[in-house]
């Protein structure tokens, strides 16, 4: 009897260390699509002044040169949200990766503004769809594992990795092979991932369940939309992440150029510190442990607002004092706070509608995120840059920006209590 006993037992530990073995398999390959999806964003920001002279360009074409490609990224994730709900998050994570790798190697091989353009927006359409498919992957995986906080703050860090991998390790790629071997290269990582993805990625069973579901008991799309939309906490994450895209645009674009300019730096330099804002976003994961503790979000919202505030305003007088290695600093401690805000409403998002239909929200919210922050904000600060020839009025304009988006941010996010969040 002891013996039928022992082997129970040990079927089960065996079967959950599989499941769990699953689970971080899964969130691995999602970390690395995510991660490596900064090289057709923004890998090439290291040869801004190469490419500037290549092509003719100013810094507002050059500002848009990378805006379109949040444009893109915009229109494609408001479509993205709902096609991963309905289609899944797998085969959306997968042409994600095969479309960014074809316009990395598009761009590679462009020799016109116009050429650049085109395939910036091919770029953005594949990075909007991994951006939306990984992270609704981990939420469907983790939701019910005491293990989310760490998983959805593993996969905010991401940006950090990913700058690092674009900005630093990426540019000597480009240093090393030049500009069209170097960008060719990264095509290939694209397609080798995408490749791993189709072969390790799957969905969660409870997915195919709430599908089955969903056939035989249909919900009208418009009627579910609005219950998704017009939630409040959907409003408060859409408040929260545009800052944070606009000022990750910002460091990613502008903060290299005006280093390499103003500074001297090399570079390699420049672009490390001009990831300092997304790498110190890596310890976001620490503001959602400790939510999961204490069960409530917005208090941990509300400290991550006035973080944010601070260190941009005195980021931005650093710069004008040229004080160069405070405004590095306070770049990173402006990255921390923003970023363990988005970690947290992206919590509130699905504790309040619940992970399988956060990605419809997160589809909304990423769109936005995108089309006003990652498209108007490195536009606007390389126009006050061409008008005025510094980049001070640019920053000042995001300090303010920040105040504004925290206020609404704090007005209009609420906690859900456990025992009303949806399964």
Request: neutral net charge; proline residues 3%; hydrophobic residues 55%.
């Amino acid at each position: 009897m002891e013996t039928i006993k022992a082997a129970t037992m040990n079927e089960t530990n065996t079967a959950v260390e599989r499941m769990s073995s699953q689970e971080w398999l899964i969130l691995l390959i999602c970390f690395l699509t995510t991660t490596f999806i900064a090289i057709p964003y923004y890998g090439h920001a290291t040869q801004w002044d190469t490419m500037m002279e290549k092509f003719g360009l100013n810094y507002t074409q050059m500002g848009m040169l990378d805006s379109v490609t949040a444009f893109s990224a915009g229109i494609v994730l408001l479509f993205g949200g709902m096609l991963t709900y309905r289609w899944g998050a797998r085969n959306v994570s997968i042409l994600g990766m095969l479309v960014a790798a074809i316009g990395q190697l598009g761009f590679a091989y462009m020799n016109d503004y116009s050429g650049l353009i085109l395939m910036r927006l091919v770029q953005g359409a594949g990075i909007a769809l991994v951006y939306v498919g990984p992270y609704a992957m981990v939420l469907r995986w983790f939701e019910d594992t005491k293990h989310l906080g760490f998983a959805l703050g593993v996969m905010i860090a991401c940006d950090g990795a990913g700058a690092l991998l674009a900005l630093y390790l990426f540019a000597y790629v480009l240093a090393g092979f030049g500009w069209v071997t170097g960008v060719t290269i990264g095509a290939a990582a694209l397609g080798i991932l995408a490749v791993v993805t189709f072969l390790f990625l799957k969905e969660p069973d409870k997915w195919y369940k709430a599908k089955e579901e969903h056939i035989k008991n249909p919900i009208p799309l418009g009627k579910e939309l609005k219950e998704i939309f017009l939630n409040r906490n959907v409003f408060s994450a859409i408040m929260m992440i545009i800052p944070v895209w606009g000022v990750f645009g910002t460091a990613v674009y502008w903060v290299p150029a005006f280093l390499m300019e103003d500074a001297g730096w090399s570079e390699t330099t420049s672009g490390l510190v001009g990831s300092a804002f997304a790498c110190a976003g890596m310890l976001a994961f620490i503001f959602g442990m400790l939510s999961d503790r204490s069960g409530k979000r917005m208090p941990l919202t509300v400290i991550s607002c006035i973080g944010s505030l601070v260190a941009f305003a005195l980021l931005t007088v650093f710069y004008i004092r040229g004080n160069f290695g405070l405004v590095s600093l306070m770049l990173a401690v402006a990255g921390f706070f923003m970023y363990c805000g988005l970690l947290l409403v992206y919590y509130l998002v699905a504790d309040a509608i619940g992970s399988i239909r956060s990605a419809a929200a997160n589809g909304l919210i990423m769109c936005l995120g995108y089309l006003i922050g990652g498209f108007v904000y490195p536009v606007a600060v390389g126009y006050f840059k061409d008008l005025t020839g510094s980049y001070t009025s640019g920053f000042i304009a995001i300090t303010v920006s920040i105040l504004l988006f925290s206020i609404l941010v704090i007005l209009s996010g609420k906690d859900t209590p456990k025992e009303i969040r949806p399964e």
